[in-house]
């Protein structure tokens, strides 16, 4: 089983809307989790960390739940140039746990 | 600018021939990281170095192979004994650990042939 698993997506959504994606993970030793945007053909993007408590960033916020053990990312009134592949991680030690990613597509 | 850079951005080999890969940062950060993405794929850990002169298997270490001299450079060798060398491969670099997350560079698309 991986260990950090999202939907594939792809996301198809008008600009303006509201999306959330998801992802779970298994190793309940987990410590530190995070968001990465990764365009076409890219190096991924740190985007935010994610804190038990929820943070929020302009449009975005994420949140983690350790009793069920996923992420959440929502990024509201979606923009043209959100579009993108959105990467759920996970950080036991020095190893960062990444997943396939969650394909973003915001049309006009 | 800080910043990691990698290069080239693309490279093209032949079958059997060594490869390597530069990775630079400018940083000051400890930790330095290989990842190999395969189209559809996630990252996959192939060498990481948390300090000068030592470094870590990951995953799929089997036919790469690193070194760190310096804090600034990680370079990795594709050797002809990795069977499916042909993928984008990108560097990284954190502070220290796994909890501030990892800075990438513009990574290396290796073709080969």
């Known amino acids: 089983r991986k260990e950090v698993e999202q939907d594939p997506g792809p996301f198809n959504v008008p600009e303006g809307a509201t999306v959330a994606f998801n992802c779970t993970y298994s190793n309940s030793a987990s410590q530190s989790f995070f968001w990465y945007r990764q365009d076409c053909r890219k190096e991924p993007k740190l985007l935010m960390s994610?804190?038990?408590s929820g943070n929020e960033d302009g449009r975005f916020t994420a949140q983690l739940n350790r009793a069920s053990q996923y992420i959440s990312l929502l990024i509201r009134d979606s923009k043209l140039s959100d579009s993108a592949t959105y990467l759920c991680v996970g950080s036991s030690g020095y190893a960062l746990n990444f997943g396939k990613g969650t394909s973003l597509l915001v049309t006009p | 600018d800080g910043g990691i850079t990698q290069s080239p951005k693309y490279l093209f080999r032949k079958e059997g021939q060594n490869v390597t890969l530069s990775c630079e940062q400018n940083l000051n950060h400890d930790a330095m990281y290989w990842y190999r993405q395969d189209p559809g794929q996630g990252l996959r850990l192939i060498y990481y170095?948390?300090?000068?002169?030592?470094?870590q298997k990951g995953d799929i270490a089997e036919g790469y192979s690193v070194s760190r001299e310096k804090k600034e450079s990680f370079p990795l060798t594709v050797t002809s004994a990795q069977k499916n060398p042909t993928a984008f491969y990108l560097c990284a670099s954190s502070p220290t650990g796994g909890d501030y997350g990892q800075y990438f560079g513009p990574g290396t698309r290796l073709t080969v042939t």
């Open positions: 994610v804190y038990s």
């Open positions: 170095s948390q300090i000068v002169n030592d470094f």
